[in-house]
């Protein structure tokens, strides 16, 4: 379920509150949650996985991406976790796509090289194709 896109961050669809324990145990100090709360029926409510995963030792942000797409504040706010986090950082959706795609976004805004970006996200089953133009304008800081 988890994939590895750098030795510091991996994506995995949905989880579930028993989880976190197991992440944590994986070696992942932090959960960064992309899905907007009631997304779809079924899904845990976002103050039982961070509580769950206080429990577990691990920090929590959540950095919702709705069906609005992408922007620059959660561009930031990913940026800002990463940043903050002192080891393995697991970011988790629907499917684990939103969350490798505002990885991938995060990274070009910070200047990271497109082309390594897509890359790292075949090598973990994510085609950036869709976003490749968006990646290029980031890296290139427009």
Known sequence: MIRVLTPDFAVAPQIEVDDLAEIAGAGFVAVINNRPEDEETGQPVGAALEAAAAASGL??????????????????AMAAALASATGPVLAFCRSGTRSCNLWALTMAKGG????ALVRQAAGAGYDLSGI?????????GA
Do not use: K, M, N
């Open 132 to 140: 490749r133009p968006t990646l290029d304008a980031l890296a290139a």
């Open 112 to 115: 990271a090289d497109p082309e």
């Open 59 to 76: 920090s929590y942000v959540a950095i919702p991406v709705g069906h609005a797409g992408f922007g620059h504040p959660q561009l930031d």
